[in-house]
């Protein structure tokens, strides 16, 4: 199994980033998929959920700016980044989920938002 980030960089206040999350090795489709982040000195947290059915979820610091989406041909979750604060610098990292028995993570991207 293999969750691979990409997409990650610097961007300036206000800007705007795209992640993605290649999954292989597992049936994606029914894998619901989690975007977490991790800023230095701090805690890992929940950012945004996708469920195999569409469905979303978003902390409430993501709430607006953030979206979640997902590509079942492609085996993809994105999370498109609006807005950005230097709040939001952190590793993110891809999370996929299925019951309470499979549960993969991807290496990380690194977001840094500073001008």
């Known amino acids: 199994v293999q969750l691979v980030e990409s997409g990650g960089g610097l961007v300036q206040p206000g800007g705007s980033l795209r992640l993605s999350c290649g999954a292989s090795?597992?049936?994606?489709?029914?894998?619901?998929m989690h975007w977490h982040r991790q800023a230095p000195g701090k805690q890992r947290e929940l950012v945004a959920t996708?469920?195999?059915?569409?469905?979303?979820t978003y902390t409430d610091s993501a709430k607006g700016r953030f979206t979640i989406s997902r590509d079942n041909n492609e085996n993809t979750v994105f999370l498109q980044m609006d807005s950005l604060k230097p709040e939001d610098t952190a590793v993110y990292y891809c999370?996929?989920?299925?019951?309470?028995?499979?549960?993969?993570w991807g290496q990380g991207t690194q977001v840094t938002v500073s001008s």
């Open positions: 999370n996929a989920v299925f019951s309470t028995t499979y549960n993969f």
């Open positions: 090795g597992i049936a994606f489709r029914v894998f619901t």
């Open positions: 996708i469920a195999d059915d569409g469905r979303t």
